[in-house]
């Protein structure tokens, strides 16, 4: 088990924050940190590259008016810390203090409830995990010529403390399994990947679910390769519950964030209470969700996690704020500051994203099409968030004849704008699918995790392989 990276007592942080305030600081904040990382790599049915270690550090944040300095260091020594003060208060270049608080009693959040914690389990172990799943992915048919599989868990321990009496502490565990599997016709490659995790223990990997997981990575792959490519031009298009809101996460997600809409960069900037959606649609960031990769107690500047209804029925009720963007809009954050880790400030980022379920049983939405796409797996993109437009990679798709699923095919892209499909969407299931990843902003990256419904789209732009007539 880690060893927490806090002091005896909170007097040697109140000893920072007070030196702080005393060199211009109008607002200090010290986020520690100790973060053990485990990571097996397996390819070519080889362990490639196990790797263990432990990173431990602080990062110190100064305000003073609309300036804000920021420095790091891997000693947490109190001298460390009082050194780091002077330094990043020079590059702050205040003049005038603000007025600091004792840091109250420490808040520990409730441990993560986890049957098997993965930092307790041997290599051997996850070892076997890791070799369970790529005979799993191979054994899906000789077609596949390459799989890769990541086996990742770690436990965060981070203490937040600041000026304003905030001094709160929690354990974030993570434990991931990816899969990637390659499937060749001798001159025709496609890949499928899953991936499965959150904040839990090595219950949620027993040996079945892997098995399961990384045989439907292989399948998958094999039945896009021997798909017809997909058709091109408008057409209905049905996003399955199971796509996981990789289109939300990217199409309006990152436009709620605050730091985009205080900066007039996101296409929602300014039209807080206007519809921005169909009346079908609510969308919810949620960091409260046990167990999900994107969950946390508290954000990373000390703030409680909080369950946000940015867009409800339609309307654009809220940003997804942290305490600049917050202070700026006139709000109280939403807890969604967040840092990839001790070296980096915290900036707005999205937790759990996603469309709330609706009405519609997913079966009827199917029923209602006499032809289009049903998108089950998305893949990679662009999104413009000043214009909401897009161009998204699909993965898995099939064919919608007649109200059913008819043949899998390959290629497609989506090709639209954010806004006017939330727009368009005029059917939304009861079902709720989760996906994982890992989201990148302004070169940090943190867990997240999206989820959607199955969604009808009555019209959109479907690229992949033009048709001739007759």
């Known amino acids: 088990?880690?060893?927490?990276?806090?002091?005896?007592?909170?007097?040697?942080?109140?000893?920072?924050?007070?030196?702080?305030?005393?060199?211009?600081?109008?607002?200090?904040?010290?986020?520690?940190?100790?973060?053990?990382?485990?990571?097996?790599?397996?390819?070519?049915?080889?362990?490639?590259?196990?790797?263990?270690?432990?990173?431990?550090?602080?990062?110190?944040?100064?305000?003073?008016?609309?300036?804000?300095?920021?420095?790091?260091?891997?000693?947490?020594?109190?001298?460390?810390?009082?050194?780091?003060?002077?330094?990043?208060?020079?590059?702050?270049?205040?003049?005038?203090?603000?007025?600091?608080?004792?840091?109250?009693?420490?808040?520990?959040?409730?441990?993560?409830?986890?049957?098997?914690?993965?930092?307790?389990?041997?290599?051997?172990?996850?070892?076997?995990?890791?070799?369970?799943?790529?005979?799993?992915?191979?054994?899906?048919?000789?077609?596949?010529?390459?799989?890769?599989?990541?086996?990742?868990?770690?436990?965060?321990?981070?203490?937040?403390?600041?000026?304003?009496?905030?001094?709160?502490?929690?354990d974030r565990p993570?434990?991931?399994?990816?899969?990637?599997?390659?499937?060749?016709?001798?001159?025709?490659?496609?890949?499928?990947?899953?991936?499965?995790?959150?904040?839990?223990?090595?219950?949620?990997?027993?040996?079945?679910?892997?098995?399961?997981?990384?045989a439907d990575a292989g399948e998958s792959a094999i039945r896009i390769l021997r798909s017809p490519h997909a058709p091109a031009g408008r057409m209905t298009v049905v996003l399955a519950g199971k796509a996981g809101g990789t289109m939300i996460h990217e199409a309006i997600g990152h436009g709620l964030e605050g730091d985009a809409a205080m900066k007039d960069l996101s296409i929602y900037s300014g039209r807080l209470g206007e519809k921005v959606a169909s009346e079908l649609v609510t969308v919810i960031d949620d960091a409260t969700i046990e167990g999900a990769r994107g969950s946390y107690r508290f954000d990373d500047e000390g703030t409680p996690a909080q369950r946000t209804v940015a867009v409800e029925n339609g309307v654009l009720r809220a940003f997804l704020l942290d305490r600049r963007s917050g202070a700026r809009m006139g709000m109280p954050s939403t807890g969604n500051g967040r840092r990839e880790d001790f070296r980096h400030r915290p900036i707005v980022r999205m937790s759990n994203t996603m469309i709330a379920p609706g009405g519609h049983d997913p079966g009827e939405i199917l029923a209602s099409i006499p032809r289009g796409l049903y998108v089950v797996r998305m893949g990679g993109g662009q999104v413009d968030t000043s214009s909401g437009d897009f161009v998204f990679n699909v993965s898995e798709a099939y064919l919608i004849e007649n109200g059913a699923v008819a043949g899998p095919v390959r290629g497609a892209t989506l090709i639209g704008n954010g806004p006017s499909v939330l727009a368009a969407i005029d059917m939304v299931g009861s079902d709720l699918g989760f996906d994982i990843g890992t989201c990148g902003k302004e070169g940090q990256h943190v867990p997240v995790s999206d989820a959607q419904p199955t969604v009808r789209i009555p019209e959109i732009t479907v690229g992949g392989e033009v048709q001739a007539d007759g």
């Open 1 to 170: 088990m880690l060893s927490p990276p806090i002091p005896s007592t909170l007097d040697d942080i109140a000893a920072v924050l007070e030196l702080a305030v005393s060199r211009g600081a109008q607002f200090a904040e010290i986020f520690l940190e100790s973060t053990s990382v485990r990571t097996i790599r397996c390819e070519e049915g080889r362990l490639e590259k196990i790797e263990s270690g432990v990173d431990t550090g602080f990062g110190l944040r100064l305000v003073a008016g609309e300036q804000t300095a920021y420095g790091y260091a891997t000693d947490t020594q109190r001298e460390s810390m009082l050194r780091a003060v002077d330094a990043v208060a020079a590059d702050l270049g205040a003049s005038s203090a603000g007025r600091s608080t004792q840091p109250r009693d420490l808040h520990r959040a409730a441990p993560e409830p986890r049957e098997r914690p993965a930092e307790d389990a041997g290599l051997d172990e996850t070892a076997a995990l890791v070799r369970e799943a790529d005979a799993a992915a191979r054994a899906a048919g000789p077609e596949i010529t390459q799989v890769k599989i990541l086996y990742a868990d770690s436990l965060r321990r981070v203490l937040v403390c600041n000026s304003e009496g905030v001094a709160v502490t929690e």
């Open 174 to 214: 993570q434990v991931l399994l990816s899969v990637r599997a390659v499937a060749s016709d001798g001159s025709v490659l496609q890949t499928a990947a899953r991936s499965s995790g959150g904040r839990r223990g090595l219950e949620h990997l027993d040996p079945d679910t892997v098995r399961a997981l990384a």
